[in-house]
């Protein structure tokens, strides 16, 4: 409850700001922008007449991700006609990035739901800061910011049922506009942004290769009254 306006500082953070809490008779709603990007995989089942595979995730993890970043986006990087960051908020003196060796893992227990049965779907959600990337390459690995992605492909073809161990990366692709929302451009990777949902859905892989598609939207705004 506040009875003055809020100024939620930007970059650079040259001055301290205060609630008023002695007076509450008018109710302001404000709204803050998140410092941290977040990353969600949804992993569809699969008929099984299809020619895919079905995936079990075991370990996610952020390779070549920003590992420390800013509390507040820097003001010229904020587009105020679309509400969002379109460029990363780095600190001047970055820390190492993560690497395939010391990345952030998650790790998850699949859900087999009976001897042999496939989940309907795995939500898997995580965070990240906000990284820069090295080039508009998508399959560059070696410097460009992805998701590692370890598990089990499952042949159900097979009897009995042949299970394989796998890897497979999700880049972060470049957000481009799709009508009223956001979607990723697969013909390029893009930076890391904060206070925006990279949302994943598998349907099935292949051999060498997932069927993946992205969407990209903001977060919900949050009302502090």
Not at 74 to 86: F, I, L, P
Not at 150 to 168: A, L, Q, W
Not at 174 to 187: C, P, Q, S
Request: one cysteine or more.
């Amino acid at each position: 409850m506040c009875s003055e306006a809020v100024n939620i500082p930007t970059w650079p953070y040259d001055k301290l700001y205060y609630i008023n809490e002695t007076s509450n008779t008018t109710d302001k709603t404000h709204y803050l922008v998140r410092m941290l990007a977040k990353f969600k995989i949804e992993n569809k089942k699969i008929t099984a007449t299809s020619t895919l595979y079905n995936y079990f995730i075991e370990e996610v993890s952020i390779v070549n991700g920003s590992i420390d970043g800013l509390a507040c986006y820097k003001e010229a990087n904020w587009d105020g006609t679309k509400n969002r960051v379109t460029v990363p908020s780095l600190p001047t003196s970055p820390a190492t990035k993560s690497t395939k060796a010391n990345a952030n893992k998650f790790t998850y227990t699949p859900t087999w739901g009976g001897s042999g049965a496939i989940p309907t779907q795995t939500i898997i959600e995580l965070y990240g800061f906000e990284t820069k990337q090295a080039d508009d390459v998508v399959n560059n690995m070696t410097t460009n910011c992805y998701l590692l992605l370890k598990g089990k492909r499952v042949d159900n073809s097979s009897t009995p049922v042949v299970e394989t161990d796998i890897e497979y990366m999700l880049p972060v692709y470049k957000i481009v506009a799709d009508g009223t929302g956001w979607k990723g451009d697969i013909g390029y990777a893009g930076d890391v942004l904060r206070n925006h949902v990279y949302h994943y859905t598998i349907s099935g892989v292949q051999k060498h290769a997932l069927n993946a598609t992205l969407t990209v939207r903001q977060w919900t705004n949050v009302a502090i009254s």
